[in-house]
């Protein structure tokens, strides 16, 4: 099946600054979508984007299908970002219905 | 328009036991799919189902089932609970690719 990496896996920022998360997959895919785990569970939809590039408030994201990765951008962080961020794909090939996730990169931002 | 709603929210089960899980999909979605989520992991795919069959199915055994109904909500039955089912599961809507994902139930087994 389909591997989807996630790096860093931990990261540490300061209120205000700046960040970029990587997901790397393994095969082509006709969905990618990102999401924010908050402290109770709930996986909040941040971006659905097999390709291209989309833009919301302080976030965005690029996929590059070509190069098989997908890249979540968080401008001016502020502490309710904290929290566990995955990218989930779907293979394009075959019956396969399910989103492979990645490890997720575990976000903390101090004020 | 409500989203995806799961119950119940927790749940404590003794090792053995049988559990069911409900799931109720956001409005207009015809396909449910679960996951589940241990400690410190990404979710895990157990199975998919649409028009009221199993369309796909993870690396799950057999003591893990489901349902769907005409309505599209669905069960998740889990028989002959092990301590390393505990874990929260985690309920997915779509048409078509996006999914969106209910609040979760944790499951605990003692």
């Known amino acids: 099946g389909i591997q989807v990496e996630q790096s860093p896996p931990d990261l540490i920022l300061q209120e205000g600054a700046n960040s970029t998360l990587r997901c790397n997959f393994s095969d082509s895919v006709n969905n990618l979508q990102w999401f924010h785990q908050n402290p109770w569970g709930q996986l909040i939809n941040l971006f659905y984007?097999?390709?291209g590039t989309k833009q919301n408030g302080r976030l965005s994201a690029t996929t590059v299908a070509t190069e098989r990765y997908s890249l979540l951008y968080i401008s001016s962080s502020q502490t309710t970002d904290s929290g566990v961020y995955f990218c989930a794909a779907q293979i394009s090939s075959g019956s396969a219905r399910q989103l492979t996730f990645g490890s997720g990169t575990q976000l903390t931002v101090l004020p | 328009d409500a989203g995806v709603t799961q119950s119940p929210t927790h749940l404590i089960k003794t090792r053995g036991q049988q559990v069911t899980l409900r799931c109720s999909p956001k409005?207009?979605?015809?396909?449910v799919s679960w996951y589940q989520q241990a400690l410190g992991q990404g979710p895990q795919f157990i199975f998919q189902?649409?028009?009221?069959?199993?369309?796909q199915r993870g690396n799950f055994p057999d003591r893990f089932s489901g349902h769907q109904f005409p309505n599209y909500s669905s069960e998740l039955n889990v028989n002959a609970l092990l301590l390393g089912d505990s874990a929260l599961y985690l309920c997915?809507?779509?048409?078509?690719?996006?999914?969106?994902f209910g609040p979760g139930t944790r499951l605990t087994v003692t």
């Open positions: 997915a809507s779509s048409h078509g690719s996006e999914q969106y």
């Open positions: 984007i097999p390709s």
């Open positions: 409005s207009g979605h015809d396909t």
């Open positions: 189902y649409y028009e009221e069959e199993e369309r």
